[in-house]
């Protein structure tokens, strides 16, 4: 057995758990063999949340990477562990619902003109080529001090 100043890798772990006349006999490549096989990998994407729910707290694990298992093993365990439960299938319901909720939201927001009561809604344009007021108020605009005025232009033109 190591001596260790920090926290106990997952071997050491296993091992307290083990009587210890048995934990004792393992060999140095026997105690490798299990670090190999016991140690967790790291996954590019690994988010682990701890989330409060009034009286008690749920976790939340996403983890992705590139899929290293054989299809023989992914077989037997989608045999053991089920997908399509009924708790499953709220939390990935849910999670669409919500999801969805979010996008439509956002398309929303996006349509909004938030400017609107920073910006005047009529936004005029000088017109250049109407140079009397005559000529100007004939065509349908506004003479405003001395420059032709058109009112029903659009402003995001």
């Not at 026997?30 to 729910?53: D, E, F, G, K, M």
Request: aromatic share 6%.
């Amino acid at each position: 057995m190591k001596i260790y100043h920090s926290k106990p890798d997952v071997v050491e772990q296993v091992l307290m758990r083990m009587p210890p006349d048995i934990a004792v006999t393992f060999s140095p490549a026997q105690y490798q063999a299990l670090q190999a096989a016991l140690t967790p990998r790291r996954h590019p994407v690994n988010i682990r949340l701890s989330i409060p729910t009034g009286g008690a707290r749920i976790y939340l694990v996403v983890l992705a990477g590139k899929e290293t298992r054989s299809i023989a093993r992914r077989r037997v365990e989608a045999a053991e562990q089920a997908l399509w439960t009924p708790l499953n299938l709220l939390v990935m319901v849910g999670t669409t619902v919500v999801s969805i909720l979010a996008l439509l939201a956002l398309v929303y927001l996006s349509h909004l003109n938030l400017g609107t009561g920073l910006k005047p809604q009529v936004a005029p344009a000088a017109v250049p080529f109407k140079a009397d007021q005559a000529s100007c108020e004939q065509s349908g605009r506004v003479w405003q001090g001395e420059t032709c005025l058109d009112f029903e232009h659009d402003s995001t033109f």
